[in-house]
């Protein structure tokens, strides 16, 4: 599906949202989620608009250096909470994966390194994403529905309609007051659903330093990765 100004929609999310939002992935890809409602029309007149923005988003993933892949050898390090953990690779333990300090593994689990880390990352994400929408809700005056952990690769957190809120679980690996930041950015979306200037004016009321924090997520993002 290509766009009058040579814009091409690589894929198209229809889904139950008021807003269209646009996702430059990875490989400067362009990912589209509209409402079942929006037009086609409607849909390429957004595009037009935020055409300035497509374009500086696709030169900055050009710009990005692709952070190899970790191999779960001894001595490689982890980020958990914005810190390098070292990783020891151990004799056989259960489970086979632990962190006290330090990550160790069992020597024999390490070809499903990978595996065996995303889950653990995934389980310590939902805890301590709901412990931190709690605690900010109760303080804000918010009303999430659920909170929920994905897989996402290019957004941090997102929030449906129906107030579920949603965060990818590489965000863990960030520091305590960036994954804040985004925790708030997204009750913020509870009130305001779009990224007008009274959404931002309302996510600096409750994160004054919010543009530290996102400036962190620009400059080291892609570090948040396995």
Do not use: C
């Given at each position: 599906m290509t766009e009058n100004n040579a814009i091409q929609i690589?894929?198209?999310?229809?889904?139950?949202?008021?807003?269209?939002?646009?996702?430059?992935?990875?490989?400067?890809?362009?990912?589209?989620?509209a409402p079942r409602r929006a037009t086609l029309n409607d849909i390429h007149s957004f595009i037009a608009e935020k055409m300035d923005w497509i374009i500086r988003s696709r030169e900055k993933m050009k710009a990005i250096v692709e952070v190899p892949k970790k191999q779960y050898m001894d001595g490689e390090k982890f980020l958990f909470l914005g810190t390098d953990y070292e990783l020891r690779l151990v004799p056989p333990q259960r489970p086979a994966l632990k962190f006290d300090g330090?990550?160790?593994?069992?020597?024999?689990?390490?070809?499903?390194?990978?595996?065996?880390?995303?889950?653990?990352?995934?389980?310590?994400?939902?805890?301590?994403?709901?412990?931190?929408?709690?605690?900010?809700?109760?303080?804000?005056?918010?009303?999430?529905?659920q909170v929920k952990v994905n897989s996402a690769k290019t957004r941090w957190g997102s929030c449906s309609a129906s107030g579920n809120i949603n965060f990818t679980w590489r965000l863990v690996m960030a520091p305590l007051e960036v994954v804040d930041y985004v925790v708030l950015h997204e009750l913020a979306h509870l009130k305001v659903k779009n990224h007008s200037p009274r959404f931002w004016n309302l996510v600096e009321k409750i994160c004054p330093d919010y543009k530290r924090q996102r400036k962190w997520l620009r400059e080291n993002g892609e570090k948040l990765n396995l």
């Open positions: 690589d894929t198209l999310v229809r889904a139950k949202r008021r807003t269209i939002a646009l996702i430059i992935e990875r490989d400067g890809s362009l990912t589209v989620r330090e990550f160790t593994l069992s020597a024999s689990a390490r070809e499903r390194g990978e595996r065996m880390f995303t889950q653990w990352y995934k389980t310590q994400a939902l805890t301590i994403f709901n412990e931190r929408v709690n605690h900010y809700a109760t303080l804000h005056r918010f009303e999430p529905k």
